[in-house]
């Protein structure tokens, strides 16, 4: 049955077999072999259908992650109130007047919803996902994308090196060439993951934080396709009566190269991506041909977009823990 579940995602299906075996559970034993199934770690059901996402047609794709987060909720919560009176037939004698200890429940760090929104914005558009690794070669993460050694463009990410050749990522741009010679064009795919600069640690700056780097290779993508393609998702995530502009920028990897801001009421405007079109220096580094294909890039930080969307002032509030202030999400 799981074989068949995971093949055609039918979650209708999925909900029906787990209310069906909840009704049945009497035990807490049961109840626990229930949750195993549809939310553990390796093999749990709703786990492994989440991976499936990438590998669906296009046109199948959309919303399926809202769908899939939705029927885990559900079943988390008829879990959570199915647990308590089983729990109580198993004691001989229990004062029910006697006030139970609050437990508290986890939740959805914010943080990982706008990730999470991010992907599902993208993957309507065809992006797939992939992560990368947070310890990289010097090569992958300035070299191949045209930033030699004693390149000015190295002083300003201010890199905690590991020795000569291995540092700790500063920008998952470093996945664009590591992706492009594993896979030819055309490409659409996103790199979340976390990176890290030696930043003094204020309200908009962390030494360790989030980025989303994305990736697009074909034979005909335009300027015009990447700025109406973020003004897409800025309107998607912010709203749609969001005002955006773009302005010419630098980096090294893309040319030409802009930034995209957002007019925040209040704030005025703000930039929330650097973008531009791939240098042809980085396709080549690559193994692509930039004769025969172009593509275009951007790279986000869902800090950013998490204290943007929320009304946060303070970067540091989305790493301390504090559960009076993650409890608000």
């Known amino acids: 049955m799981l074989e068949l579940v995971l093949m055609v995602l039918d979650l209708n299906e999925i909900e029906r077999l787990a209310l069906k075996e909840l009704s049945q559970a009497k035990t807490g034993a049961a109840l626990e072999k229930i949750r195993i199934k549809y939310f553990g770690r390796r093999r749990g059901i709703l786990q492994n259908v989440t991976k499936q996402i990438p590998k669906l047609p296009k046109e199948q794709k959309a919303g399926i992650g809202t769908k899939i987060n939705k029927l885990r909720t559900k079943l988390e919560q008829l879990l959570n109130q199915q647990a308590k009176p089983v729990s109580i037939k198993k004691e001989s004698s229990v004062d029910l007047t006697t006030p139970g200890k609050e437990i508290d429940l986890g939740g959805t760090h914010p943080l990982t919803s706008v990730i999470d929104e991010v992907k599902e914005i993208f993957h309507s558009l065809g992006f797939s996902w992939i992560d990368g690794p947070e310890v990289e070669l010097d090569a992958y993460n300035f ?116 930034e995209m801001e957002v007019y925040y009421p209040g704030k005025g405007w703000l930039e929330i991506l650097g973008a531009g079109m791939v240098n042809p220096i980085v396709l080549k580094n690559g193994r692509i041909d930039p004769n025969k294909f172009r593509g275009w890039a951007f790279g986000m930080g869902p800090d950013r977009l998490a204290l943007l969307k929320y009304g946060i002032s303070d970067i540091r509030s989305l790493y301390n823990s504090d559960l009076r202030f993650l409890k608000q999400f």
Do not use: W
Request: net charge neutral.
């Open 143 to 258: 070299q191949k994308l045209n930033m030699p050694q004693n390149h000015p463009a190295r002083d300003v990410q201010q890199t905690y090196y590991i020795n000569d050749e291995l540092l700790l990522r500063t920008h998952t741009s470093s996945m664009q060439v590591r992706y492009m010679e594993d896979h030819k064009p055309p490409i659409r795919v996103l790199f979340p993951g976390r990176c890290y600069r030696r930043d003094m640690p204020d309200s908009t700056h962390l030494p360790s934080f989030y980025q989303i780097e994305g990736l697009l290779i074909d034979d005909a993508s335009k300027m015009s396709d990447l700025i109406g393609t973020l003004d897409y998702f800025a309107k998607s995530f912010f709203g749609k009566n969001l005002k955006t502009r773009v302005y010419g920028h630098h980096f090294a990897y893309t040319e030409p190269s802009i």
